[in-house]
């Protein structure tokens, strides 16, 4: 507590010195700017268009920088700092190619509500709309996947900007913000005043909800046989998971959570049916399209989890909370729309909520199909299943780990088979599906929780597109334990084609790749491989031992699917069960 207490008060005083008006650069005004806005840890990438920012970060050690050895393994960074921690994660890069190397991260923060301040630098401004060289039009070019966009101007208007810049990306319904700012900005001298208010005309999200529209919902739940919820990532980046939990036991509703809000809820507690939609449980499927109350807390009805949306819940009352009112009816018809903060919604409906009285026969039922329809797989003594590695995982880290993932069927094996029981424990690409996103995502996981585990589960393919993040584990000794499910294939892609288009296998095959501990030890990283359970578990308890980072390649059978799957144009309880059928 005493050290805690010194380093607020070192925190504030660094803040106080920053504050003092005085005549500085653009690149100057950035960085004090950023110290003010509790930032602690930048990725980036330099170049020509931000030599000015760089050149002010020399012995500046007010903020980490960390140099990645990619933009996209800055971006994606920033972004698992931003989900694993609540605060706004920032990158900085150059222009042109440093800029667009950015898009494909700002697109998955954007489809995800991550909050992102993103800074880039841009030509001079006497250069800008002549193609000069390393020039971009990212405002233009991240436009439909950012919350706001800036293009500076004038150094006296970067305190204004960036405290903006942070209000927006970390308030709403949070978002990327990028800030493009020209070298001859960066370099402009001005009068530094710090900027402490903020006043944005037509930006005013909906915090508090109507209570006349709660007090429908508390109304629907006790008229109610077979009410059910539905929690997205709404709930962890509002912090409302313990009001969730509150919520649930007063009321005595089932509850399912999509892949981003997993942890919102203990997955323990038995009012927790598991995931739904294409690769969810059968119990959580089946009670969504025999609900006759659903309450949508926090979460888009993304095609993944409705189906076929026609055939979605057929026979339920739809309450949907949202902060963001342009989601609310926008898939799925509304009976009771509810716009509002999801913490905020849920402390007013806590009040008054009571207990759904005539749900009784509908609990049991759902907790006995629970419990007779888990998540199942074939296990093998003579073949390593990834399934069982994910299992392993689980049980040796008591679930308290933090977990990345990339895409594909090893991110549906973690979702499945890892259980949550705390918010921000579970990082990774939902709505945009973004390749290479798990590795250095929890980097950036990581740099914002240093005493917690942080593990990167990823497959042979996405681990490729990012691995050269490992030389910064290894310079700054991050203890990030990356395991890799080597299938050989692009697995989920094959799953696809054997299972929709007759086995009609193309271009999917990488069994070229490269030998992942030799490549973990050119890096500087120890490297670790098993294919059998024995080298499993011993491979795992060095790689835990070990105090730096680590690679533990797990080498999996092949042909091994995701079950359940719900394929396209099917509803959500037409299921495809593997091993049971």
Known sequence: MVAQQATLRSKEEIKERLRKPEVISG????????????????????GGAVLYIYDAMHGFSDFQ?????HEQGAIHAADGYARASGKVGVCIATSGPGATNLVTGIATAYMDSVPLVVITGNVATSLIGTDAFQEADITGITMPITKHSYLVRKAADLPRIIHEAFHIAGTGRKGPVLIDIPKDVSAELTMF?????????????TVSPNKLQVDKMLKAIQEAERPLVLAGGGVVYSGGHEELHEFIKKSGIPITTTLLGLGAFPSGEDLWLGMPGMHGTYTANTAIQSSDLLI????????????KLSGFAPHAKIVHIDIDPAEIGKNVPTDIPIV???????????????????ADAWRAQLLASKLEKPFRYTDSEDELKPQWVIEMLYEETNGDAIVTTDVGQHQMWAAQFYKFNKPRSWVTSGGLGTMGFGFPSAIGAQMANPDRLVISINGDGGMQMC????????????????VIINNQVLGMVRQWQELIYDNRYSHIDLSGSPDFVKLAEAYGVRGFRASTKEEARAAWTEAMNHPGPAVVEFVVRKHENVYPMVTQGSTIDQMLMGDEE
């Open 296 to 307: 949508n807390i926090g979460a888009r009805f993304d095609d993944r989890v409705t189906g």
């Open 27 to 46: 690149s100057e005004i950035l960085l004090r700017s950023l110290v003010l806005e509790d930032v602690d840890c930048v990725f980036g990438y330099p």
């Open 340 to 358: 509002g903060d999801v913490k905020s919604v849920l402390q007013l409906a806590n009040k008054d909520v009571q207990y759904a009285a005539k």
């Open 65 to 69: 920088h960390l140099l990645t050895r």
């Open 193 to 205: 005043e710090p900027v402490t208010e903020v006043n944005i005309r037509g930006y005013n999200p």
């Open 467 to 482: 691995a050269q993040e490992l030389a910064i584990c290894a310079i700054n000794n991050i203890p990030v334990k990356v």
